[in-house]
């Protein structure tokens, strides 16, 4: 009988910092809560973000390092919390953004990562768009050449919403589709990261729109949603846990995901991509531990039922 694991076809990740959002800004218990991750042998890759003290870094990159994992580098956590653009009109605003992303590259290689995810900054209205999207061009070509210079992580710019929380120009994956296909003519360490939680927000559906971007490499997360209610804690691209009441993404929509990347050839044993859960406690009560547990669980059940 053929092998169907699960590990045969993607490497299996977890985003450290949604997972454990006190460590968000690159402070708090960071080795502790990755430890966590690490000693857990469900996950075979794990995405890390800002990691502000060098000590902690260097203690990060060692655990890392024993630990056999894919280590993919979010550059969010320190491009968010200083709310930078790297499509932004200013010259001296998008060189300030342009250096954060590229200190982050820097840490994704301090910490022995071998990916890294990227993306656009604020959607400037229908009417700029197409000079946003020169800009954005531009700025993730500076982005790749300086990758290429220091070693041979690779980036993914992963899509968000346009309209609804995060407001990025990236966007709809047929922009996301234009600006790779741009960025992939001048550059081999490019891709493209499809988040099944958010094609509720983009009111997309994935087997309409990753076959846009499924010949540009490409890795995935999965989480959840909730936008149908402006006044419930969560509304937004928040990534709550799976099952919330209200959500758009639970057990059937991840299987749904797993056989769609599966028909597409995506989820290939010879070049397994990662894919990721992004999920966190949000609500009273909930703990990353419970969270974590509910996100295996759906996992294993969204496979077996593929």
Known sequence: ?????????????????????????????????????????????????????????????????????????????????NKLNINHFDAGERAKALGMMKNGIDEAYDIGASVARV?????????KKEEAKKILIDSLMEVCEFTKSQGD????MKVFDFDIDKCFLIGTFEDAAEVAAAVCKEYDNFGVLADLSHFPLLREKPEDSIPLVKDFPMH?????????????PTYGDRQPRFGIPGGEIDTPEVRD?????????????????????EVRPLLAGESSE?????????I????ALV
């Open 1 to 81: 009988m053929e092998n169907f694991s699960i590990y045969r076809f993607l490497k299996l990740g977890i985003v450290h910092f949604k997972a454990f959002p006190e460590i968000v800004f690159g402070t708090g218990p960071i080795v502790e809560t990755l430890r966590t991750i690490v000693e857990d042998d469900f996950w075979t890759a794990v995405e890390v973000g800002w990691v502000k003290d060098i000590k902690v870094r260097n203690e990060v990159r060692e655990l890392l390092a024993t630990s056999h994992m894919e280590v993919c580098y979010a550059c969010q956590p320190r491009m968010f919390s």
């Open 153 to 156: 992580i690779r980036l993914y």
């Open 257 to 277: 995901y797993f056989r769609l990347l599966l028909d597409l050839g995506l989820l290939n044993p010879e070049d397994r991509p990662v894919l990721s859960a």
């Open 290 to 298: 419970v969270v974590i547990a509910n996100t295996k669980r759906v």
């Open 119 to 127: 993306f656009s900054g604020k959607h400037p209205g229908e009417e």
């Open 300 to 303: 294993k059940e969204a496979w």
């Open 220 to 232: 995935f997360h999965i989480g959840n949603c909730l936008f149908k209610d402006r006044r419930h």
